[in-house]
């Protein structure tokens, strides 16, 4: 790379009357005099050319195409079949069981946090945590997360097949 090219002039260390991407571009005056708005035509203004020159028919597609058909009672049956219900919902277990997870982890966090006496023990209890203990905490939730995980879907699976063997 040569000298001169390593070394870029800007407008502050070199100030020049040159444009460049750096100046600004100037404004254009506005006017005071309010333009009238466009109006489009509401009807056309000259004579309208034969329907035949404005919409060309290809004779071709109007040979090979069929009438429809009357409407089918077997459709209808078809739909109304899937339509029916195979009995009450089911219920979502998944939504259950991280719901009541969910629900405890709230009260342990608000039994702590309600009392100053049990925020001071367990804040102690983290601050003395060792390395070790602090990871095998974090494998233990960890686990229970994956368990928790595994144990709604086997009930989901469990539930599908029990479904597929019931139709």
């Not at 000259?46 to 009357?70: F, K, M, N, W, Y």
């Not at 100053?116 to 209890?125: G, I, K, Q, S």
């Not at 686990?143 to 009930?155: D, M, P, R, T």
Request: aromatic share 4%; no cysteine; proline share 13%.
């Amino acid at each position: 790379m040569k000298e001169s090219e390593s070394h870029m002039a800007t407008n502050a260390e070199e100030p020049t009357d040159e444009p460049n991407e750096t100046t600004p571009l100037p404004v254009p005056e506005q006017t005071t005099e309010m333009a009238e708005p466009a109006t489009p035509p509401l009807a056309p203004t000259g004579p309208t050319p034969p329907a035949e020159t404005t919409l060309p028919v290809d004779t071709s597609i109007r040979q090979h195409a069929q009438p429809a058909g009357p409407w089918s009672p077997a459709s209808a049956a078809v739909t109304a079949q899937r339509l029916r219900s195979s009995g009450p919902p089911p219920v979502r277990w998944g939504g259950i069981i991280w719901g009541a997870l969910l629900i405890v982890f709230a009260v342990v966090t608000l039994t702590i946090v309600s009392s100053p006496a049990r925020l001071a023990d367990v804040t102690v209890w983290i601050a003395t945590l060792t390395p070790g203990a602090a990871l095998a905490v974090w494998i233990a939730v960890l686990g229970l997360l994956i368990v928790v995980s595994a144990l709604v879907a086997a009930i989901s699976a469990a539930q599908r097949n029990r479904s597929r063997r019931l139709r």
